[in-house]
C-alpha cells in the first residue's frame, strides 16, 4: 500500500538530484517549518520526505527506507514519544533525531529513553540540525554504508583503510582504531577513559601518555597529507576532530 | 473522618463530668441512707430512695450541668465570631497584594495561627513583588533585540548576519527563562532526585560544552582537586546551571585561553575563566537581579548575562547548595553541602 499522499503531508522529495542518496523523513505538522528544514537539509544534499502525522509516517517507513528520521512530538494524531517507542518495540531501528519545542529539564533524558538518538529543542539552527543528522549517519548500525567520511577524510570500517581525498594514510592499527573512534564521534569529545576501553585490552597496562603519544602520532599522519582535520586536545577529558576551516 | 468539633467537644466532657458525678452522688446516697439491692425490693422503699436520688443526684446534676453546657457555647461563639467574620472579609477581598488579617477582635488563643498567616500573606506579597520586578526586567531585555530587529528590518537590504546574532540572543534568552521556571518548580516540589558523581557530571557537560567553545576558539580542559563525591542531585537541572556558568567563563575568556572545569576540593563544581574574576558583592547584585539590565550591559558588556548566574543561584538553593565566587582564582563554584546533611531543598 502507498501512503496517502495529500497537500499537508508526504510532499515530493525535495533536492533529490544531487544527494548521496541519504534519505531523511521528516515528521512535523508545521507546513512552514517543515519547508524550511527541509530546503535546509537539501541544500545539504539529503533527499526528504514530510509526513505532517503520524499516520502518513507510519505508512512513510512502511514503504520506504530512511537513513534517518527527524521528529516533532507534538503532531495532531499523538505524541511523538508514545509512536517511537512503539515502533521501536516493533522493531524500527534506524535513527531518529527527536527535534521538539519542548525543553523541560527532563525531556531530554526522557526521549533518550523513548528510543531517540539525539534531541534537540526548538529553535535550532539549521547547521546544527543539518551537523546532528550527519553525525547520527556515522552511527554504527546506520544503514549507510561502511565508509565513514568527515569533511575530506573517509574511513573504510571493513577494510580498515583511511583516505583524505582520496590519498591513503598510513596507518598502524592502533592508529587506525583511534581515527575511527574519532571519527564516529566527529565534532564531539571522545572520552579519554573511552578510548582507554576501546583500543586497549583489560590486561593491557596503559602507560599515562600512551594515548598521548598515539594522537601526536595520528595528528603528524593527518597533517602529512596535509589534512585541515584536527585533533584537539582537551586535558582531563579526552580529545575531538574537528572539520577543516575554510 | 469526621472534624473534630469544639462544641461536641464540650458536650460529650460535660456528659461525662455527669455521668462521673452521678455515680459518686449515687453511691454516697446510697452510703448515707443506708440502703441497699434488697431494700429497692420492697414498694415503699424504692419509691423513697427513688425520691432521694432525684433530690440529691439529679436535680443538682441539672442544675450544674445545663447551665455550665449553655455558658459553654455561647462563650464559644462569641470567640469564634471574630473569626467568622475574618473569614467573609476574606473570601470578599479581591486577589490584592498588602491583604493582612485583622488580629484586633482575635482572642488570644488564635493569635499564633493569625500572626503564621499574616507572616506567609507578607512572604507571598514579597514573592509576587519579585516577580513583577522579574517580569519587567525580563521584558526589558527582550524589547532591545526586538527593537533592533525591527528597525533592521525596515532597512532595505538588511544586515542578515546582525540580525541573527540577536535572533540567537533572543532564543538564549528564551531558553534561560524556561530553565528559570523549571528551577523554581523544582525548588517547590524536590522531585526525581538522582545520584550522581561531580566528577561524571563535570566531564559530561563540558564534553558537550567543547564543540561551542572551540569554536569560538577557546579551550576546555577538566582538573580533579579531589574530594568529588557522590551527591542526590537533580542531574539535568545541575547540568544547565553548569553549561550557564561555562557560557559566562566564555563571555570573559579572552579567546586562545583555556576555561577549566573542575570538582572538589569537597563537594564543589568549579568553573576557572580567564577574566577578571566576579566580585562578591556584584555577584550578590547579580543573583538578586538588584541591577537594571542596562547597567548590567554596561558592567557585563553582554546583555543578559546575569540572568544565567541568577539561574544558577536558584538552582544551587534547590540543592541545599550555594553559587561562590573567588575572583583572585577567577572561579566560580556550585558549593553542596556535605553529605547527609541539608539535602533537603531550602
Same mark, same amino acid.
Given at each position: ?104 529539564l527532563?525531556?531530554?533524558v ?71 573512534l574519532?571519527?564516529?564521534d566527529?565534532?564531539k569529545v571522545v572520552l579519554r577513559q573511552r578510548i582507554e576501553t576501546a583500543l586497549y585490552?583489560f590486561d593491557d597496562v596503559v602507560s599515562p601518555n600512551a594515548i598521548d603519544a598515539l594522537v601526536s ?14 585533533i584537539h586536545t582537551l586535558r582531563g577529558l579526552g580529545y575531538l576532530? $574537528? $572539520?577543516?576551516?575554510? | ?27 454516697? %446516697? ?25 433530690? #440529691? %443526684? ?12 449553655? +455558658? ?22 479581591? +486577589? ?13 488563643? %488564635?493569635?499564633?495561627? %493569625? ?15 519579585? #516577580? ?7 521584558? #526589558? ?42 528551577a523554581?518548580?523544582q525548588? +517547590?516540589?524536590p522531585?526525581r532526585m538522582q545520584t550522581s558523581t561531580l566528577a561524571d557530571l563535570a566531564t559530561e557537560t563540558a564534553s558537550g560544552f567543547a564543540p561551542l567553545a572551540l569554536?569560538?576558539?577557546r579551550t576546555i580542559a577538566f582538573e580533579d582537586s579531589g574530594g568529588s563525591g557522590t551527591i542526590a542531585c537533580h542531574r539535568e537541572a545541575l547540568s544547565s546551571a553548569l553549561r550557564n556558568l561555562l557560557d559566562n567563563a566564555l563571555r570573559v575568556t579572552p579567546?586562545g585561553s583555556v576555561i577549566t572545569v573542575g570538582t572538589g576540593p569537597g563537594n564543589r563544581l568549579f568553573v576557572r575563566d580567564g577574566g577578571h574574576g566576579l566580585d562578591p558583592?556584584r555577584l550578590a547584585?547579580i543573583v ?20 544565567g548566574l541568577?539561574i544558577v543561584a536558584r538552582i544551587m538553593a534547590a540543592h541545599g547548595g550555594r553559587l561562590e565566587t573567588i575572583p583572585e582564582r577567577r572561579e566560580l563554584a556550585m558549593v553542596f553541602p556535605d553529605r547527609g546533611e541539608g539535602m533537603t531543598p531550602a
Amino acid at each position: 500500500m502507498f501512503p496517502k499522499i495529500t497537500a499537508r503531508g508526504f510532499d515530493s522529495r525535495v533536492g533529490g538530484g544531487h544527494c548521496s542518496g541519504m534519505r531523511v523523513l521528516i515528521i512535523e505538522d508545521n507546513e512552514r517549518l517543515a519547508g524550511l528544514v527541509m530546503a535546509a537539509l537539501a541544500r545539504g544534499g539529503f533527499a526528504c520526505d514530510r509526513a505532517g502525522t503520524l499516520a502518513e509516517a507510519g505508512s512513510a517507513l512502511d514503504v520506504a527506507e530512511y537513513d534517518a528520521v527527524l521528529l516533532d512530538l507534538g503532531l495532531p494524531d499523538g505524541d511523538g514519544l508514545d509512536w517511537l517507542r512503539q515502533r521501536r518495540r516493533g522493531g524500527f531501528a534506524g535513527p531518529v533525531l527527536v527535534l521538539t519545542a519542548r525543553g523541560a529539564l527532563d525531556d531530554r533524558v526522557i526521549g533518550l529513553n523513548a528510543g531517540a538518538d539525539d534531541y534537540l529543542v526548538k529553535p535550532a539552527a539549521i547547521d546544527e540540525i543539518l551537523a546532528r543528522v550527519r553525525a547520527l549517519m556515522r552511527r554504527p548500525g546506520s544503514r549507510s554504508s561502511p565508509v565513514l567520511s568527515f569533511g575530506r577524510l573517509s574511513f573504510d570500517t571493513v577494510a580498515r583503510r583511511a583516505t583524505h581525498d582520496g590519498v591513503m594514510l598510513d596507518l598502524t592499527r592502533r592508529e587506525a582504531d583511534l581515527l575511527e573512534l574519532l571519527m564516529r564521534d566527529a565534532g564531539k569529545v571522545v572520552l579519554r577513559q573511552r578510548i582507554e576501553t576501546a583500543l586497549y585490552a583489560f590486561d593491557d597496562v596503559v602507560s599515562p601518555n600512551a594515548i598521548d603519544a598515539l594522537v601526536s602520532r595520528l595528528r603528524r599522519r593527518l597533517q602529512a597529507c596535509s589534512a585541515g582535520e584536527r585533533i584537539h586536545t582537551l586535558r582531563g577529558l579526552g580529545y575531538l576532530l $574537528e $572539520e577543516a576551516r575554510e | 473522618m469526621r472534624r473534630p468539633s469544639i462544641n461536641r467537644r464540650l458536650s460529650a466532657g460535660l456528659s461525662l463530668v455527669a455521668a462521673i458525678g452521678a455515680t459518686i452522688l449515687l453511691v454516697l %446516697v446510697f452510703i448515707e441512707y443506708r440502703l441497699g439491692i434488697d431494700t429497692l425490693a420492697g414498694d415503699d422503699a424504692s419509691r423513697f430512695a427513688l425520691a432521694e436520688v432525684s433530690d #440529691h %443526684v439529679g436535680l443538682p446534676l441539672l442544675l450544674l450541668t445545663v447551665p455550665a453546657l449553655l +455558658a459553654g457555647q455561647f462563650v464559644i461563639q462569641r470567640s469564634f465570631r471574630a473569626l467568622q467574620e475574618s473569614a467573609e472579609v476574606i473570601r470578599d477581598t479581591p +486577589a490584592v497584594r498588602g491583604v493582612r488579617v485583622d488580629d484586633g477582635p482575635m482572642p488570644e488563643e %488564635v493569635m499564633p495561627f %493569625v500572626d503564621a498567616i499574616n507572616g506567609l500573606l507578607s512572604r507571598l506579597d514579597a514573592a509576587a513583588r519579585e #516577580h513583577e520586578a522579574f517580569a519587567a526586567d525580563v521584558a #526589558h531585555q527582550i524589547r532591545t533585540p526586538l527593537a533592533i530587529m525591527s528597525l533592521a528590518l525596515e532597512d532595505t537590504s538588511p544586515d542578515t548576519a546582525a540580525l541573527r546574532e540577536e535572533v540567537s540572543r533572543m532564543r538564549r534568552l528564551v531558553e534561560q527563562l524556561l530553565l528559570l521556571t523549571q528551577a523554581n518548580a523544582q525548588a +517547590a516540589v524536590p522531585s526525581r532526585m538522582q545520584t550522581s558523581t561531580l566528577a561524571d557530571l563535570a566531564t559530561e557537560t563540558a564534553s558537550g560544552f567543547a564543540p561551542l567553545a572551540l569554536r569560538l576558539g577557546r579551550t576546555i580542559a577538566f582538573e580533579d582537586s579531589g574530594g568529588s563525591g557522590t551527591i542526590a542531585c537533580h542531574r539535568e537541572a545541575l547540568s544547565s546551571a553548569l553549561r550557564n556558568l561555562l557560557d559566562n567563563a566564555l563571555r570573559v575568556t579572552p579567546e586562545g585561553s583555556v576555561i577549566t572545569v573542575g570538582t572538589g576540593p569537597g563537594n564543589r563544581l568549579f568553573v576557572r575563566d580567564g577574566g577578571h574574576g566576579l566580585d562578591p558583592a556584584r555577584l550578590a547584585a547579580i543573583v538578586q537581579r538588584k541591577g537594571r539590565a542596562d547597567e548590567e550591559q554596561r558592567a557585563e558588556g553582554a546583555r543578559g548575562a546575569g540572568l544565567g548566574l541568577a539561574i544558577v543561584a536558584r538552582i544551587m538553593a534547590a540543592h541545599g547548595g550555594r553559587l561562590e565566587t573567588i575572583p583572585e582564582r577567577r572561579e566560580l563554584a556550585m558549593v553542596f553541602p556535605d553529605r547527609g546533611e541539608g539535602m533537603t531543598p531550602a
